[in-house]
């Protein structure tokens, strides 16, 4: 079946987003924990290696925090931009210079690295995990890691460019997402910035629409894996073609060389009014312009309403431990107290601007009108879709992209894409 949340757990998580959920009484905040209750004996350094660029700063100055409270334990931390994050990690482990804490985006990538990663199933936390963030970390009922947080994407816009244009509906068809294009652009605004330069949001976030919205996404994979069923003739893949070409049409200039830093700073100056993207880019964008009034819609494909409104939810990643670490008791302790300790909680939802995956840490109550309530309304309504690269054959997103490139940039037509996709597949399906 194609993952989404249930009405339930959407309910939970709604809950706790805006009234935030009683804590577990775990008044341990800031010291030892059972992981790991005596001092250090010698000084020890904890290595933590992480994807999200967006928090780098702020994770920094976590990092203080957690040392002035656990004297003896350095911590290091490495952030590399997502796309590059696990080539690095695989050149790190063939050098035997693993972390003791990273980052895992669970299904395919988690198969990967099983044998290499700590089982967390009795940590004090993994009882507060909601049910289904444990989903892409769970083999054989067994949690091999705590899930950062829950993030969604779809289009991030500018709701006062599109006030300005007089837009007063939000477009759920793809007819409607011209229009809105026109008036933004009439009104002397870039209607869209795309990076094609960075293959994530290509053979992620773009690919993940047509994968997502097919009736059965697990299925459907299935099938492909089998050699059932081919990305020619698909009437999903090819609306989503439609939707790729209209915002090639209204974008911004040098698309296929924009890069991460280009796109936040075009948007968050007001150059452009809409992104593919989701709310973990916030805080860069109030970086350059605090008061900058954002939302999040779904990225409609065709004119099916029922289909197009739909926000893309899930796990972006998840920490796990080196299963070898020579401080593993430390690694243990340090996510334990980032979850459990008034300081970590606030850093998360605040700092972070993070929507927690634990029912015991409520979102910031600041998030009011950004996109993390588009999100929550979203759940609450369970008009949501999951993330499915992590399920691909290793390494296809990034080739699932370089095709794509091809075709933005008129190397290939749209037969010999979908034929490029279903060469990559048949080829990688069985690495």
Not at 334 to 348: A, C, E, P, Q, R
Request: proline share 5%; glycine share 6%.
């Amino acid at each position: 079946m194609k993952r989404s949340l249930t009405a339930g757990s959407a309910l939970v998580l709604l809950m706790s987003f805006l009234t935030g959920c009683a804590t577990n009484g775990d008044k341990s905040a800031d010291t030892k924990t059972a992981n790991n209750n005596a001092k250090p004996k010698k000084e020890v350094t904890l290595k933590i290696f992480q994807a999200k660029v967006e928090i780098s700063e702020q994770l920094n100055k976590l990092k203080d925090e957690y040392e002035k409270t656990h004297p003896g334990v350095k911590v290091q931390i490495e952030t590399v931009i997502g796309t590059d994050y696990n080539t690095i990690l695989k050149t790190k482990f063939a050098a035997g210079e693993m972390p003791d804490i990273f980052n895992n985006e669970g299904f395919q990538q988690l198969e990967t690295w099983k044998d290499r990663v700590e089982d967390l199933s009795d940590q004090p936390w993994a009882k507060d995990v909601f049910d289904f963030a444990k989903e892409p970390t769970t083999i054989n009922g067994k949690l091999y890691g705590m899930p950062v947080s829950l993030e969604g994407y779809g289009f991030v816009y500018n709701k006062d460019l599109f006030a300005k244009a007089n837009i007063t509906e939000l477009p759920k068809t793809l007819s409607q997402l011209e229009d809105v294009s026109k008036k933004l652009q009439a009104n002397g605004v870039t209607p869209f910035v795309n990076m094609f330069q960075v293959w994530s949001s290509l053979g992620r976030h773009f690919f993940n629409n047509p994968m997502a919205k097919q009736p059965n996404t697990d299925a459907f994979i299935k099938d492909l894996n089998d050699g059932k069923v081919k990305f020619a003739g698909n009437p999903i893949f090819a609306d989503s073609l439609n939707m790729l070409d209209l915002i090639v049409k209204y974008g911004n200039k040098n698309q296929l060389t924009t890069d991460y830093n280009s796109f936040i700073a075009t948007f968050g100056s007001g150059q452009a009014a809409i992104m593919q993207s989701g709310n973990w880019t916030l805080p860069l964008i109030q970086k350059i312009d605090p008061k900058i009034n954002v939302g999040l819609m779904p990225i409609p494909i065709n004119e099916d309403v029922a289909l197009n409104d739909k926000l893309f939810v899930g796990v972006p990643n998840n920490w796990v431990i080196h299963k070898d670490s020579q401080v593993k008791p430390e690694a243990k302790e340090f996510l334990n107290w980032l979850v459990t300790s008034d300081i970590g909680k606030n850093y998360l939802a605040k700092e972070f601007k993070f929507i927690p995956a634990l029912k015991t840490i409520p979102a910031d109550a600041a998030s009011v009108g950004t996109p993390g309530e588009d999100i929550a309304k979203y759940l609450k309504e369970n008009k949501v879709l999951g993330w499915h690269w992590p399920k691909y054959p290793d390494g296809s997103p990034q080739e699932m992209a370089a095709s794509l490139q091809k075709y933005i940039a008129g190397k290939v037509n749209r037969d010999q894409l979908l034929a490029e996709f279903q060469g990559t597949w048949d080829k990688m399906k069985t690495k």
